[in-house]
């Protein structure tokens, strides 16, 4: 079990590793808004791989079986993600002399984070992959779900590890000082990721 668990703690965080949608959003918010809209980027994202874990533990290989409602999602997913770029860039020009309510902006983080990570339909498959290749599957329910557990925690550390980082008091205001520069960077890459997946089929 505990071989299972570091074996499940080393691949877990190799993957967290690869640059994907979910680090640019905590990337880009961190850097517009500081830790706390990092974290509640953060929050979401968490929200949804609970979601995912949960499924995958229960065995439920939904999408992996069904590949036209695989598409859809998948489809969903990268518009999402496009939608997500786009809509930043936009709120650049409107920033100027606009002031959000910083309540309503962590909720616009928790959303986006949330939805960044459901719509993603790799993620069950990648979850049910790692699940059927390192845990037995005589691996009792309660075990499979402190496994899933851990890679919930994995996951909220390691977004909140690059949160803090980014959100430090003394890289923030360096960082800040190229926030549009950064911000457009960043979004740009959202609208790559998203289009890539969309023309990818």
């Known amino acids: 079990m505990i071989e299972t668990a570091i074996s499940l703690f080393v691949i877990w965080t190799l993957l967290l590793l690869t640059p994907g949608p979910d680090f640019v959003l905590v990337l880009r918010n961190t850097i517009n808004g500081g830790f706390k809209e990092g974290f509640s980027t953060n929050l979401g994202i968490t929200a949804g791989l609970t979601i995912h874990t949960t499924t995958a533990i229960l065995g439920i290989a939904i999408l992996s079986q069904n590949?036209?409602?695989?598409?859809?999602?998948?489809?969903?997913?990268?518009?999402?993600?496009?939608?997500?770029?786009?809509?930043?860039?936009?709120?650049?020009?409107?920033?100027?002399?606009?002031?959000?309510?910083?309540?309503?902006?962590?909720?616009?983080?928790?959303?986006?984070?949330?939805?960044?990570?459901?719509l993603n339909p790799k993620l069950p498959l990648i979850l049910l992959g790692v699940f059927t290749q390192l845990i037995p599957p005589e691996t009792s329910i309660p075990v499979k779900f402190l496994f899933g557990f851990e890679i919930v925690i994995t996951s909220f550390v390691m977004w909140n590890v690059v949160a803090l980082i980014f959100g430090n008091k003394r890289v923030l205001p360096k960082l800040q000082s190229f926030e549009k520069e950064i911000t457009v960077i960043a979004n740009f890459v959202l609208i790559f990721l998203g289009t890539y997946e969309l023309l990818k089929g």
């Open 67 to 118: 590949p036209l409602l695989f598409k859809i999602v998948k489809t969903i997913g990268a518009l999402y993600i496009i939608y997500i770029g786009i809509s930043g860039l936009l709120s650049i020009k409107k920033a100027s002399g606009i002031k959000i309510e910083k309540t309503e902006k962590q909720f616009n983080s928790i959303k986006e984070g949330f939805f960044c990570n459901i």
